[in-house]
Protein backbone atom coordinates (compact mmCIF):
# COMPACT_ATOMS: atom_id res chain seq x y z
CA UNK A 1 0.00 0.00 0.00
CA UNK A 2 2.61 2.30 -0.91
CA UNK A 3 0.53 4.42 -3.34
CA UNK A 4 -1.36 8.02 -1.69
CA UNK A 5 -4.27 6.91 -2.79
CA UNK A 6 -4.25 3.32 -1.71
CA UNK A 7 -3.09 4.82 2.13
CA UNK A 8 -5.74 7.36 1.84
CA UNK A 9 -8.32 4.48 1.36
CA UNK A 10 -7.25 2.50 4.37
CA UNK A 11 -7.26 5.80 6.20
CA UNK A 12 -10.90 5.99 5.59
CA UNK A 13 -11.51 2.53 6.03
CA UNK A 14 -10.03 2.48 9.71
CA UNK A 15 -11.90 6.01 10.41
CA UNK A 16 -15.61 4.40 9.51
CA UNK A 17 -14.38 1.30 11.53
CA UNK A 18 -13.34 3.42 14.54
CA UNK A 19 -16.29 4.76 14.32
CA UNK A 20 -19.08 1.79 14.20
CA UNK A 21 -19.24 1.41 17.59
CA UNK A 22 -20.27 5.35 18.50
CA UNK A 23 -22.89 4.75 15.90
CA UNK A 24 -23.86 1.21 17.06
CA UNK A 25 -24.46 2.39 20.26
CA UNK A 26 -26.13 5.56 19.54
CA UNK A 27 -28.40 3.85 17.10
CA UNK A 28 -29.32 1.24 20.31
CA UNK A 29 -30.33 4.32 22.11
CA UNK A 30 -33.09 5.33 19.27
CA UNK A 31 -33.79 1.14 19.33
CA UNK A 32 -32.60 0.55 15.86
CA UNK A 33 -30.02 -1.34 13.64
CA UNK A 34 -27.47 0.44 11.74
CA UNK A 35 -29.20 -0.94 8.92
CA UNK A 36 -32.86 0.30 9.81
CA UNK A 37 -31.16 3.67 10.69
CA UNK A 38 -30.08 3.85 7.08
CA UNK A 39 -33.35 2.81 5.82
CA UNK A 40 -35.77 5.63 7.76
CA UNK A 41 -32.59 7.75 6.36
CA UNK A 42 -32.54 7.25 2.70
CA UNK A 43 -36.41 7.17 2.32
CA UNK A 44 -37.14 10.66 0.32
CA UNK A 45 -40.40 12.54 1.03
CA UNK A 46 -42.08 10.76 -2.01
CA UNK A 47 -40.90 7.52 -1.10
CA UNK A 48 -39.25 4.63 -3.10
CA UNK A 49 -40.04 0.98 -4.60
CA UNK A 50 -39.08 -1.41 -2.16
CA UNK A 51 -36.29 -2.68 -4.96
CA UNK A 52 -34.82 0.88 -5.25
CA UNK A 53 -34.84 0.42 -0.86
CA UNK A 54 -32.67 -2.94 -0.97
CA UNK A 55 -30.67 -1.41 -4.10
CA UNK A 56 -29.66 1.48 -1.62
CA UNK A 57 -28.93 -1.14 1.39
CA UNK A 58 -26.79 -3.44 -0.80
CA UNK A 59 -28.96 -6.45 0.43
CA UNK A 60 -31.94 -8.69 -1.45
CA UNK A 61 -35.71 -8.06 -1.80
CA UNK A 62 -36.28 -10.29 0.89
CA UNK A 63 -33.91 -8.22 3.66
CA UNK A 64 -35.66 -4.79 2.77
CA UNK A 65 -38.97 -6.91 3.37
CA UNK A 66 -38.29 -8.02 6.47
CA UNK A 67 -36.68 -4.62 7.31
CA UNK A 68 -39.74 -2.75 6.54
CA UNK A 69 -42.01 -5.13 7.75
CA UNK A 70 -40.38 -4.46 11.25
CA UNK A 71 -40.46 -0.57 11.04
CA UNK A 72 -43.99 -1.00 9.78
CA UNK A 73 -44.68 -2.78 12.92
CA UNK A 74 -43.30 0.30 15.23
CA UNK A 75 -45.53 2.51 13.21
CA UNK A 76 -42.28 4.15 11.40
CA UNK A 77 -42.62 3.09 7.58
CA UNK A 78 -45.80 2.46 5.69
CA UNK A 79 -46.01 0.92 2.24
CA UNK A 80 -48.81 2.11 -0.61
CA UNK A 81 -49.31 0.98 -4.08
CA UNK A 82 -47.30 2.92 -6.86
CA UNK A 83 -49.53 5.31 -8.75
CA UNK A 84 -48.02 4.14 -12.32
CA UNK A 85 -47.87 0.11 -11.47
CA UNK A 86 -50.76 -1.47 -8.94
CA UNK A 87 -47.65 -4.68 -8.65
CA UNK A 88 -45.04 -1.96 -7.43
CA UNK A 89 -44.75 -1.04 -3.29
CA UNK A 90 -44.07 2.14 -2.45
CA UNK A 91 -42.39 2.96 1.17
CA UNK A 92 -43.16 6.14 3.10
CA UNK A 93 -42.18 7.14 6.26
CA UNK A 94 -44.94 7.93 8.83
CA UNK A 95 -45.23 11.12 10.77
CA UNK A 96 -43.29 8.53 13.43
CA UNK A 97 -40.84 8.01 11.02
CA UNK A 98 -40.03 11.68 9.73
CA UNK A 99 -39.40 12.50 13.34
CA UNK A 100 -36.95 9.75 13.81
CA UNK A 101 -35.14 10.51 10.96
CA UNK A 102 -34.66 14.39 11.97
CA UNK A 103 -33.06 13.00 15.34
CA UNK A 104 -30.89 10.41 13.52
CA UNK A 105 -29.68 13.41 11.65
CA UNK A 106 -29.52 15.84 14.53
CA UNK A 107 -27.37 13.27 15.94
CA UNK A 108 -25.20 11.93 13.12
CA UNK A 109 -24.74 15.29 11.41
CA UNK A 110 -22.69 16.86 13.91
CA UNK A 111 -19.09 16.04 13.33
CA UNK A 112 -17.56 12.79 15.19
CA UNK A 113 -14.63 14.47 17.91
CA UNK A 114 -11.80 12.97 15.12
CA UNK A 115 -13.18 15.47 12.61
CA UNK A 116 -14.29 18.35 14.90
CA UNK A 117 -10.61 17.99 16.22
CA UNK A 118 -9.41 19.54 13.24
CA UNK A 119 -9.18 23.59 12.01
CA UNK A 120 -12.27 25.08 10.32
CA UNK A 121 -9.78 25.07 7.54
CA UNK A 122 -9.06 21.40 7.70
CA UNK A 123 -12.71 20.25 7.96
CA UNK A 124 -13.32 22.08 4.97
CA UNK A 125 -10.83 20.51 2.98
CA UNK A 126 -11.65 17.35 4.05
CA UNK A 127 -15.33 18.04 3.04
CA UNK A 128 -14.49 19.24 -0.30
CA UNK A 129 -12.21 16.25 -1.21
CA UNK A 130 -14.63 13.43 0.24
CA UNK A 131 -17.66 15.32 -1.73
CA UNK A 132 -15.27 15.13 -5.34
CA UNK A 133 -14.59 11.33 -4.02
CA UNK A 134 -18.46 10.67 -3.93
CA UNK A 135 -18.89 12.22 -7.27
CA UNK A 136 -16.60 10.56 -8.88
CA UNK A 137 -17.79 6.91 -7.05
CA UNK A 138 -20.98 7.90 -8.26
CA UNK A 139 -20.38 8.71 -11.44
CA UNK A 140 -18.54 5.31 -11.25
CA UNK A 141 -21.69 3.66 -10.13
CA UNK A 142 -24.05 5.12 -13.13
CA UNK A 143 -21.84 4.25 -15.41
CA UNK A 144 -18.93 1.21 -14.64
CA UNK A 145 -15.91 1.73 -16.47
CA UNK A 146 -16.47 5.20 -17.84
Known amino acids: MSSNGGRAWHAMLELLRSQKPRMVSAFAELDLTMQSAHAVHIVP ?46 VFLTPAGRRLCEKI ?6 APPAI ?10 LRELLERVLAYAEAERLEPGA
Open 116 to 125: AALSAADQKT
Open 45 to 90: PGGMTMRELADELACDASNATGLVDRLEERGLMERRPDGKDRRVKR
Open 105 to 110: ETRFLR
